[in-house]
């Protein structure tokens, strides 16, 4: 392949990205109008107060880790108007993770066509979830994990850990890949590097927050309390069976607005939040022991996908059992779930896209009457949230991924088994036990 063909998808899909960005979703009612976006005027204040002087997280409280307060900071030199200014970044993000996804699908060997279906839905995402992708920081998270990933599919070590520190420090969240990841480089390499490498890349996060910690522990501690200590949001999990239990019974449900968001209160609301996050961490703890049990017998031209279907349930199972499931968390997916391998791979790419318009179906223009707890904006909520589960089942790693064509292949045990064998265009026969 040329590299002018090479260039012309990536190419293609930017301009793509950059229309969508710039006509429909600045210019028509369906995106304009009723939109529900308070974040970037939050950020703004942070950083009006930081351009004045102020220390985050000694002067400020900030709820968010100092990679997300930096950004916010770095905005506020940009030139223009702040939102305006924010919306363009997001803008660049957006395609900076399209790239990373197309980058990864051609190290992954995936077809032109398949390339062009991933990178397309990420183009067009906004459309699918609204306005709110340019007031919200998520692109940044997405961008840096469609990159990780190709670092980690392309064994680029280095960049690979340097990247999960950068999202963990901006979002947190990335941290539930270090198993993984720790696994998928034992895997290629060996287990005292794959260490060596989570190690570092925790000492670069630290490096980072004990500063602030020592200038102000109880201010740094706080962006990390806020978040253990709120109730569950009003669209997670735990609040949509809660929600569906009052449709279904009646059962007595309270909405509270604190911690800048609307959520349940009561005992019910926190011991079902609180079990949904000890899920999480089984489901994080057994996807990858999971994946290192499927990558000791894979083989190395396949045991890739392995890596790329953990980290898409991974990320999947975070979303799906937090206690906060607000719309922008549906960014986090879009590089995990466009290359999910294999037949599942297809149905995680539409069931993503379904998820995303269900999330618009109630978010922004009724989201207010899901506060009032009307029952066909709790059907919306309840139908997405069930469809995450759908989604976090079809990413799940089967044991036919990593394996080798029926070519080439000793069909049996014994001694005398045959080896069957095939002409080298040969279609692999994949996932013949899924």
């Not at 660049?92 to 399209?98: E, F, K, Q, S, T």
């Amino acid at each position: 392949m040329t590299q002018a063909r090479r260039l012309a998808l990536p190419a293609g899909l930017i301009a793509l990205a950059i229309f969508v960005w710039t006509v429909p979703l600045q210019r028509f009612s369906i995106w304009t109008d009723n939109q529900i976006n308070p974040d970037v005027n939050l950020y703004f204040g942070y950083a009006r107060m930081m351009a004045h002087g102020a220390l985050a997280y000694r002067d400020i409280r900030i709820e968010y880790p100092p990679g997300a307060t930096g950004i916010f900071y770095l905005t506020w030199w940009l030139p223009g108007q702040y939102v305006t200014a924010f919306s363009g970044l997001m803008l660049a993000c957006l395609c900076v993770c399209l790239l990373g996804v197309v980058a990864t699908a051609r190290a992954l060997g995936y077809s032109p066509v398949r390339q062009a279906i991933a990178g397309g839905v990420i183009a067009v995402s906004p459309l699918m979830l609204g306005s709110l992708v340019q007031a919200r920081f998520d692109l940044v998270v997405a961008a840096v994990i469609a990159w990780l990933l190709y670092a980690a599919v392309t064994e680029r070590w280095k960049l690979m850990w340097a990247l999960l520190a950068a999202g963990v420090l901006i979002k947190l969240v990335p941290i539930a890949l270090l198993p993984l990841l720790v696994i998928w480089q034992a895997h290629r390499v060996d287990w005292r590097a794959a260490l060596r490498g989570a190690v570092a890349s925790l000492v670069l996060v630290a490096l980072v927050i004990v500063p602030f910690a020592a200038i102000t522990p109880s201010g740094t501690w706080y962006f990390i309390a806020y978040n253990v200590r709120r109730p569950p949001q009003i669209e997670s999990m735990a609040s949509s069976v809660l929600l569906a239990a009052h449709v279904a019974t009646g059962t007595y449900v309270h909405v509270v607005h604190n911690y800048g968001s609307l959520g349940l209160s009561g005992g019910r609301a926190a011991l079902l939040s609180l079990v949904l996050t000890l899920v999480l961490v089984v489901l994080v703890v057994v996807c990858a022991v999971w994946c290192a049990r499927l990558l000791a017998r894979a083989h190395r031209s396949r045991d890739v996908e392995i890596l790329i279907a953990g980290a898409a349930a991974t990320m999947v199972a975070l979303t799906v059992t937090g206690k906060v499931l607000s719309p922008q968390y549906m960014i986090w997916l879009l590089p995990v779930t466009m290359l999910v391998p294999g037949r599942y791979g297809r149905a995680a790419l539409a069931t993503m896209v379904a998820a995303m318009l269900l999330t618009q179906a109630f978010f922004p223009v009724h989201y207010w009457d899901l506060v009032d707890l009307h029952t066909v904006d709790i059907g919306w909520l309840v139908i997405r949230n069930l469809t995450l589960i759908g989604l976090l089942v079809l990413c799940w790693p089967r044991a036919a991924l990593g394996t080798l064509p029926i070519g080439g292949q000793v069909i049996g045990r014994g001694p005398h088994a045959a080896k069957v064998t095939g002409p080298p265009t040969a279609v692999s026969a994949r996932h013949i036990v899924d």
